[in-house]
Structures are given as structure tokens and as C-alpha cells.
């Protein structure tokens, strides 16, 4: 397994453990698709994940820590939104 | 219902033309330097061309790599954040051959940021910029240590910061815009606004984030690598609203773009009618890659419908 879906299965498995953040983590997988997202599939564009890794740490090719995407999720379940 | 991923509007739902000094807009509404990259990396998420601009990342002189991570830090308080990025660029020279000609070629309306480690440096990021043609714009991030004065960062000293802005507006071509951006601790922040007016700028941003250290707390322990940064979101904007009051009433002859807690359309045209000429668009797209679309959407529809 590559190092990249071993990260998203330790995140995974941190989510799942929070279930008061489950809904909060539904939405925010709404917002990151991308427009036109039939052609490649209803996941994250990739330069958009490499911008958000490289303003966090310093790298595109960061993976980010489940401590730190729970930490994300709870701040945007907080966020005084949606955003109209 | 609107379903995740449906393409974007085009055309007039767009446009609510704005003035701000000798350009004019397409809407009042401004991806925030530092946090919507180039416009190319948010492009799937909405045509960039439909913003009023997009300020990129300051630029300087040579290279620089940013500080060490982490470089952000999420607050409690809902919608607010610090960061300590430190301005990582590729440097004038490699932006202008490299990724504006990308820029130029999506029809982003570009404004080009400039900053330095010290006002010699911001001048001399703009002289290197003035090589290149297609941004509208630029902003010079004042934020920089004071080189030849008294210690006192730039943007808190009014001759100072309009030294600096008039050395820029000499440089940029005729049709470009001067932007400067203001930092909202400086003692007087409607001064330095005025100072850099008077000098040249055709605009000025208020404001740059607010220097701050992360909080850590048992329940929530959060650092940044550098230690301190600036902090930006909901929370800046109890600050920002009154300096926007405040240089609209001192000197209501110089055009504001109001930054700071732009998270909703709503809280947009709340700026807008203190008097600021555009709004810039920061934190919010770190919630939402679409925030500026929806915000840009959002006021261009309801000042429509107060006309």
C-alpha cells in the first residue's frame, strides 16, 4: 500500500471515531469536488490539495496528519457559514 | 438543491462593474493575496475571470522557501486562524517568465503583490516586476522591517510607507493600479493610509493580518514553526470594521479595499456600504475553495436588487 492511502486510511479511521464529526466531514467532501467532476471523478483537484499541502507544510507532497484533519474538520463545523 | 460540482455560471451574473482608482473591476470582489495561489490552483472550482482580481503571493526579489511548518494554526474562536507562511515564492523573475504567462493565458486578472525584507527591497521587487506586462495591479505589502528610519516597520511609519509608494508608482506603467496594503497595528493606520494616497497609491488595502502567537492549550495544542504570525478571519474583523470607518470619515477621498473576516456576501456588502470600494476574500478559502465565487455571486445579486 502506498504511503498516500495508508495516510487516508489512519484519517479515515481517526474520522470514524468522532462521530459528531461525521456530518461536518460529508460537507466539507461536498465543497472539494470539482466543477465538471464526470470527467475525472467527484474527488479533490489535485492542485488544489498540492497549494493547500505546500501553504501548511512547506511541501505538496505533505501528507497531512490525522490529528491535523480532525483538527480541520472541527474548525470548519465551527465556520460561521455556509458561504452565499 | 444545488448538486456538488455544478459548472459555474458565465457572462452578466458577474458583473457589477467598480472603480477603484484608475481601474475599474469587474465586481467588487478580491481573492486575497496568500490564499487563492495563482488562480490556476482553485480553477476547477470556479473560473477565476469572474473575480474582480487575484492578488498572488507576494513576491521579492530572490526565492524564498517559506518558514518551517507548520505554518498554520485553526482558532477556536469559529473562522479565524493565525499563519506564519513567510512568503514563499519563487521570486520575481521566475514568476514573471514562468506562471504569468499561465495567468495571462486563463484571463485571470492578476494583481502582483510585492514585498521585501526591507523598503529597498520592496522598490527593488517592483523594479524587477516592471519588466513584465498583464497584471492590472500591484499591491506593495507594506509589512516589511523600516531600513532607513527608526526601527519602525514601514507600514507604521507614514513617510516611511509613502516613500516606499512612491517609488513603486513611479515604476509601475501608467495603467496599472498602486495598491498599498496596510498593517492593522500600526498607530495610525488612516494616516499611513493617507500618507501612501497622497504618494501615489490609488488604493489601499486595510488590512494585512494582525501579528499574534497561536494559543495552546491542553484541550487544543496548536504552534506554528515560526512561533508568531499573523491572524486573519472572523476575528479581525472587529478590527478592521472600524478602521474602515474611521479612514472613510478622516478621508473619504481615499479608496479602501476592506480585508479582514469576509466570510459571506452579507458581511461583504457590510464593508461596501462603510464606504470601501471592493472587498479582498482570505480565510473563507481555506473553508471553501468556491468561497470567493459565492461571495462575488452573492453581492453582485443583492446590490443588483437594491438598484
Known amino acids: ?84 | 438543491m444545488r448538486l456538488p460540482g455544478r459548472r459555474s455560471d458565465s457572462g452578466a451574473a458577474w458583473d457589477l462593474p467598480v472603480a477603484v482608482g484608475r481601474l475599474t473591476l469587474r465586481n467588487p470582489v478580491v481573492a486575497s493575496s496568500g490564499t487563492y495561489g495563482y488562480g490556476l490552483e482553485y480553477r476547477r472550482y470556479g473560473d477565476p475571470r469572474q473575480l474582480g482580481a487575484v492578488v498572488v503571493k507576494s513576491l521579492t526579489v530572490d526565492p524564498r522557501p517559506g518558514f518551517a511548518p507548520p505554518r498554520v494554526t485553526l482558532l477556536k474562536e469559529p473562522g479565524s486562524m493565525v499563519n506564519a507562511v513567510g512568503v514563499p515564492n519563487p521570486g520575481v523573475r521566475a514568476w514573471g517568465d514562468t506562471i504569468l504567462p499561465s495567468m495571462r493565458e486563463l484571463g485571470v486578472p492578476v494583481v502582483a503583490s510585492v514585498w521585501g525584507v526591507d523598503a529597498d527591497s520592496v522598490v527593488a521587487a517592483a523594479e524587477i516586476l516592471a519588466r513584465y506586462r498583464g497584471p492590472i495591479a500591484w499591491e506593495v505589502n507594506l509589512s516589511c522591517p523600516n531600513s532607513g528610519h527608526d526601527g519602525a516597520p514601514v507600514s507604521h511609519d507614514p513617510v516611511a510607507a509613502a516613500e516606499v509608494c512612491r517609488a513603486v508608482r513611479a515604476l509601475a506603467p501608467e495603467e496599472v493600479g498602486v495598491w498599498a496594503k496596510l498593517s492593522p497595528d500600526a498607530p495610525d493606520v488612516t494616516e499611513v493610509g493617507s500618507a501612501c494616497h497622497r504618494a501615489g497609491a490609488d488604493a489601499v488595502t486595510v488590512s494585512n493580518t494582525f501579528p499574534a502567537a497561536a494559543m495552546v492549550t491542553a484541550e487544543r495544542p496548536s504552534h506554528l514553526g515560526e512561533g508568531t504570525g499573523g491572524m486573519s478571519g472572523a476575528i479581525l474583523r472587529h478590527h478592521v470594521r472600524p478602521l474602515i470607518e474611521k479612514l472613510g470619515s478622516s478621508y473619504p477621498d481615499v479608496p479602501v479595499l476592506a480585508c479582514g473576516g469576509v466570510l459571506s456576501s452579507d458581511l461583504a456588502i457590510d464593508y461596501l456600504d462603510l464606504g470601501a470600494r471592493a472587498v479582498q476574500v482570505g480565510t473563507a478559502s481555506l473553508y471553501d475553495p468556491r468561497a470567493c465565487h459565492k461571495i462575488a455571486r452573492g453581492v453582485v445579486r443583492k446590490l443588483r436588487a437594491r438598484r
Open chain 1, 1 to 84: 500500500m502506498s504511503a498516500r492511502l495508508a495516510n487516508v486510511a489512519r484519517v479515515t479511521l481517526a474520522l470514524l471515531r468522532r462521530p459528531d464529526l461525521w456530518l461536518a466531514a460529508l460537507r466539507l467532501a461536498g465543497r472539494v469536488v470539482p466543477e465538471q467532476w464526470w470527467f475525472r471523478g467527484p474527488v479533490p483537484s489535485r492542485a488544489y490539495l498540492d497549494y493547500r499541502g505546500k501553504a501548511v507544510y512547506g511541501t505538496p507532497l505533505a501528507l497531512i496528519a490525522p490529528v491535523d484533519f480532525i483538527r480541520y474538520v472541527e474548525w470548519c463545523k465551527a465556520f460561521p457559514g455556509p458561504i452565499r
